[in-house]
């Protein structure tokens, strides 16, 4: 192959047959529980990136079905986001993600900086209850729960919910393993279509894992369970802030 | 976390908890059967990025057990590779690789530029045999035998065979999906202990599938096996060619 073609063709490994395609992704049916709860502060200062700013002792926890989309397939997701402010902006850094599907952890980790890795999450209904699970190998890390559909949600509560944008800290080593990229980003989602929303009693528990540690943000109270489906677009990114600039 | 330390801390993401460690990367007892088989040479002018060349139509499918590897755990992995030359240096590339662990796909997707997809890979002794599988989701894609310990492989060989450099297509998109990164990356193994190398029958069939698509280099005439037990270390790699300079 001619060296013009290859760079022509280069979007991801392999060339030949890249392990995600180029968006964009669209999502159908996404469904979320999302639990809140109140942490450390000082457990939050010791993870968050400057220059964003902590606003209040806060994580969210996600569990995510996404049933239909373009080029990732069927897979589930699970994982941590704390509501930051990056100058007179809010939004959602999201700290650790969970999946069970290969295409989106590559692609997650090599177009935007998402910290994904492999392993098991789940999200179901069982009888009366949403329940969202997280497995670490043969190791439950994350149980959540809530009532299903007890309380609908306005409209704009959640519509506001998934307009915020994300902020994501991307690192690629080069091939001598120097930091290569080391950037913040930010990403928005797009075309969002509210199909459903919900509040309701919740619960959360967590616990520590040498690689997949999720208790380090501990539980102290659990502020709200939010159940949402929507179909949207996860749109492409823009360096916030460079690290290895200057 | 402030930016200096950040920047000290930083090795790969998540920030907080890496999905691969800092090398070095040492493997103890690694298994592989390697089958080498005759390609058509049309099929490989495709696939072989210049300024690679290959001068006989040559793959090797190669089926892996890591059974002891610093960092990245105990886990399997399959791999078809091109006979190359870059200039005067023979070596191997990587045309696909396929594994059942995420740190070594992550950590080799990111750090070196290796082309791993997650599947289900596996090397095992099936009494008589030596056999190695891939399946992608469930459906399997390739199926390599090899009659077990038959005849012993002199040490020159599998030496030569290990201390042959692999190349690699490292790509990393920008986050606005441009190409990042686009660079011909030459690896080596270091350090190396041969524990055993043996030659044999074989045979090899390989299978259609979308997204792994081994099929494109089929198999016309196998020609050699061997089954290799080695302990060494895999080196960070060197930018040999810069396709977006």
């Not at chain 1, 063709?9 to 469904?31: C, K, T």
């Not at chain 1, 190998?137 to 307009?163: C, E, F, N, W």
């Amino acid at each position: 192959m001619k060296a013009a073609e290859v760079r022509k063709r280069a979007f991801s490994m392999p060339l030949h047959s890249p392990a995600y395609p180029p968006g964009p992704y669209r999502f159908v049916n996404r469904e979320y529980l999302i639990i809140t709860y109140r942490t450390d502060r000082a457990a939050l200062e010791r993870v968050v990136p400057r220059p964003l700013e902590i606003v209040e002792p806060i994580v969210k926890y996600e569990f995510i079905r996404m049933p239909d989309s373009t080029g990732f397939g069927d897979y589930t997701e699970s994982g941590q986001v704390i509501p930051v402010r990056f100058g007179q902006e809010t939004g959602g850094y999201v700290h650790a993600m969970f999946l069970d599907d290969d295409p989106p952890i590559a692609g997650g980790r090599e177009l935007w900086g998402f910290p994904k890795k492999l392993a098991s999450p789940s999200l179901r209904v069982a009888h009366d209850t949403l329940l969202g699970t997280l497995d670490f190998g043969p190791v439950r890390i994350a149980t959540g729960s809530m009532g299903y559909k007890h309380r609908a949600l306005p409209q704009q509560d959640a519509q506001r919910a998934l307009g915020e944008p994300g902020f994501l800290l991307k690192v690629i080593p080069h091939v001598d393993g120097t930091p290569r990229i080391c950037e913040l980003v930010r990403f928005r989602l797009g075309e969002v279509t509210v199909k459903g929303a919900w509040s309701g009693p919740a619960a959360l528990e967590l616990h520590p894992h040498a690689l997949a540690p999720v208790s380090e943000l501990p539980v102290r109270e659990v502020l709200s369970g939010v159940h949402l489906i929507a179909d949207l677009t996860l749109n492409l990114g823009e360096v916030a802030h460079d690290y290895l600039a200057g | 976390m402030d930016v200096s330390a950040l920047l000290g801390a930083v090795a790969a993401m998540p920030l907080a908890s890496p999905s691969f460690p800092p090398g070095p990367y040492r493997y103890s007892n690694r298994e592989s059967l390697i089958v080498t088989y005759r390609t058509d040479p049309a099929a490989l002018e495709r696939a072989v990025p210049e300024p690679l060349a290959c001068d006989e139509a040559l793959v090797r499918c190669e089926f892996m057990c890591m059974d002891s590897s610093t960092g990245f755990g105990r886990y399997s992995g399959a791999a078809q590779l091109i006979q190359v030359a870059l200039g005067d240096t023979k070596g191997a590339y990587t045309h696909n690789m396929f594994l059942d662990v995420h740190p070594p796909i992550s950590g080799g997707r990111e750090l070196w530029g290796f082309p791993q997809k997650l599947a289900a890979p596996g090397l095992r002794v099936a009494h008589d045999t030596l056999l190695g599988t891939l399946d992608y989701g469930p459906e399997r894609v390739a199926t390599a035998s090899m009659g077990y310990k038959h005849v012993s492989l002199p040490d020159t060989e599998a030496m030569r065979m290990l201390n042959e450099p692999g190349y690699l297509l490292k790509i990393i998109p920008h986050v606005d999906g441009t190409p990042r990164i686009c660079e011909l990356v030459r690896y080596a193994r270091r350090d190396i202990v041969l524990r055993g190398a043996w030659s044999g029958p074989a045979a090899l069939e390989l299978h259609p599938h979308a997204l792994a698509p081994l099929c494109d280099l089929p198999v016309r005439e196998v020609v050699s096996a061997v089954h290799l037990i080695a302990d060494f270390t895999l080196a960070l790699g060197e930018v040999v060619y810069d396709y977006l300079a």
